[in-house]
């Protein structure tokens, strides 16, 4: 049962501070920025802290007069466990009751209001689009995404999350669409900008991480996802990234045990437990793969009941289901993940796996081609994935790997 008064104006709560006529966090002297839809279900449940509150009222009470799914709310408590470190599993502030709603178990203390925001609005707004736009994997949606990131970065020049953000959206554009050896460099300044103004943002030694990645410098990368990961405990990219890295470096067993903890950590993620269950089948921990892989198609099947157009959902879980032992349905997702995005460089290539996993060999070359003559494609990732094994001794096959850097 919340102890809040009628004349409270602000609450202390595990190290943070947060104003309840603003909707602004703190955590010492550094603001916390939410989006204003986070903020209204933060403060609902802290007004209600103790208490269980369902997922009508807090849909009645942030998204007056408008009719949203229960993703809209979904995101806004991902949001808020993220900006709070908070674990779902083990949860110090926000607690799921299931099927229900939330509640805040935090003990509350009365705290004065927040000061002045040191940060212009517009800059956040910008960053905030630009943060949006990353997972997209279009080349427009990520050259837009840059453009935001910049913005924020014109108007608050000492803003480390939009560097941090600019690196990211930078070297996603590299690897994926035509690897400019231009994006790289620009990524790698970025990276370094981020880290220089905020050395203690998790988020910005994952960007330098991706970005050395990249640029092959592989026990460097190691180093800044860890310390990425010792900042942020519950920074699901700083084990997401680290896993891949470590995977197209051939180091299977690490990729295996970064993408178990990226699973835990972000427990809707469907992507990491499909690619821990390629780990572990190479590892030969043939059981664990078929529950990790389980495990993906349930999280994407969840997924896509609140957006069947996913095509990433779609596109990933499809050779899912293939290992699965479920072909027929493999061939439909990936269908209708490439009707959704004909040219994502990303369902392409899942595509092609299939394609090849199920002896379409001449219409995975095919589709091989039409991707690497964009300049798509990781050679990195292409020779460690077995997906393609059954393509590796033909000639065609070979040619296409040269190509990629």
Known sequence: MSTLTAGTTGVRFGGYRFDLGSGRLWSGAREVRLT???????????????????????????????????????????????????????????????????????PLAPAPA???????????????????????????????????????????????????????AQA?????????????????????????????????????????????RHDEAACEFEVAIHLNPNLFDAYYY?????????DIARSATLFTQAAHVRPEDFQSPILLSQSLDMLGRGAEA???????????????????????????????LCDDGQAARAMEWSRRALDLQPED???????????????????????????FARGCGKRDWVEHDPDYDSLRAEPRFQALLARLK
Not at 242 to 250: E, I, L, M, P, Y
Not at 352 to 364: D, I, P, Q, S, W
Request: glycine share 8%; hydrophobic share 45%; proline share 5%.
């Open 345 to 371: 460089p990303c369902v392409q290539l899942n595509a092609v796996c299939l394609y090849a996993h199920l002896g379409l060999k001449a219409e995975a070359l095919t589709l091989m081609e039409r991707v």
């Open 242 to 250: 680290f896993a891949r890295a470590s995977f197209g470096r051939g």
């Open 172 to 216: 996603t554009l590299y690897e994926w669409f035509g690897a400019d050896e231009n994006l790289l460099a620009a990524a790698m300044r970025a990276g370094e900008q981020a880290l220089a103004l905020t050395p203690g943002l998790a988020d910005a030694h994952v960007a330098r991480g991706f970005a050395l990645t990249l640029s092959g």
């Open 290 to 320: 078929t529950a990790a892989r389980r495990e993906g198609i349930a999280r994407a099947e969840r997924l896509l009941a609140l957006n069947p157009l996913d095509a990433r959902a779609l596109s990933l879980g499809a050779n899912a």
């Open 114 to 168: 927040a000061p002045d925001p040191p940060l212009p609005e517009a800059a956040y707004e910008h960053y905030l689009r630009g943060r949006q736009l990353l997972p997209r994997m279009t080349p427009a949606a990520l050259a837009t995404s840059a453009e935001m990131f910049e913005r924020a970065i014109a108007i608050d020049a000492g803003y480390g999350p939009a560097w941090a953000g600019l690196a990211m």
């Open 36 to 106: 204003p839809k986070a903020s209204g279900v933060l403060k609902t449940l802290v007004t209600r802290a103790g208490d269980p509150v369902a997922k009508e009222e807090l849909f009645a009470a942030v998204w007056t007069d408008t009719v949203v799914s229960d993703d809209a709310l979904t995101s806004c408590v991902q949001e808020l466990r993220k900006a709070l470190e908070d674990d779902a599993r083990r949860p110090r502030f926000i607690e799921t009751r299931h099927r229900r709603g939330y509640r805040f178990v935090a």
